[in-house]
T-cell receptor, first 115, second 115 residues
């Protein structure tokens, strides 16, 4: 089955700096890679996603890159703000019985943005 | 309506109690999921319903019993739980289990404490 590794587990940056979180996956059949932000006491919120036929996607201060050959994808947050502080999870779809319906999550990165 | 609504938000129950968690979505999604999340860990898949039929049971103990009365509702019935079952229980939905066309939408979760 799919295995997703996420690094780093904690990341502390100054406000205005960039933050990068990296994930690797094991199953070359995976074709969907979402990123979730989870604030304390809340459920995960989808912030950006990318499919295997695209190398990069950007949405304002957030971007995701995918390298299918190396089987890794990264989240880039520019001009970080204190409200970006949260736990971020990467995930990869798992080929299960011919579907891509399962998501396998990384262990999470706790991002702290210091004012 | 683009939300997944979970009730209750908090639940404290004894080990001999029977309780139920409820999840509702009105986005026309045909796949619904239950996840369990322990503190500082990623969500772990418990059950998947696709078109109101149980598709996946990830070897979850029988003290957890899922139910999907219709395409908008998902319940999780709890009975004779153990203290180690205390966790955040997350419900999610997606448009279609087989293609992952638009990703998951998570609810805010039910914080369950077993005493």
């Amino acid at each position: 089955g799919e295995n997703v590794e996420q690094h780093p587990s904690t990341l502390s940056v100054q406000e205005g700096d960039s933050a990068v979180i990296k994930c690797t996956y094991s199953d070359s059949a995976s074709n969907y890679f979402p990123w979730y932000k989870q604030e304390l006491g809340k459920g995960p919120q989808l912030i950006i996603d990318i499919r295997s036929n695209v190398g990069e996607k950007k949405d304002q201060r957030i971007a995701v890159t995918l390298n299918k050959t190396a089987k890794h994808f990264s989240l880039h947050i520019t001009e970080t703000q204190p409200e970006d502080s949260a736990v971020y999870f990467c995930a990869a779809s798992e080929n299960y019985g011919g579907s891509q319906g399962n998501l396998i999550f990384g262990k999470g990165t706790k991002l702290s943005v210091k004012p | 309506d683009t939300e997944v609504t979970q009730t209750p938000k908090h639940l404290v129950m004894g080990m001999t109690n029977k309780k139920s968690l409820k999840c509702e979505q009105h986005m026309g999604h045909r796949a619904m999921y239950w996840y369990k999340q322990k503190a500082k860990k990623p969500p772990e898949l418990m059950f998947v319903y696709s078109y109101e039929k149980l598709s996946i049971n990830e070897s979850v103990p029988s003290r957890f019993s899922p139910e999907c009365p219709n395409s908008s509702l998902l319940n999780l019935h709890l009975h004779a739980l153990q203290p180690e079952d205390s966790a955040l229980y997350l419900c999610a939905s997606s448009q279609d289990y087989y293609s992952m066309s638009y990703g998951y939408t998570f609810g805010s979760g039910t914080r369950l404490t077993v005493v």
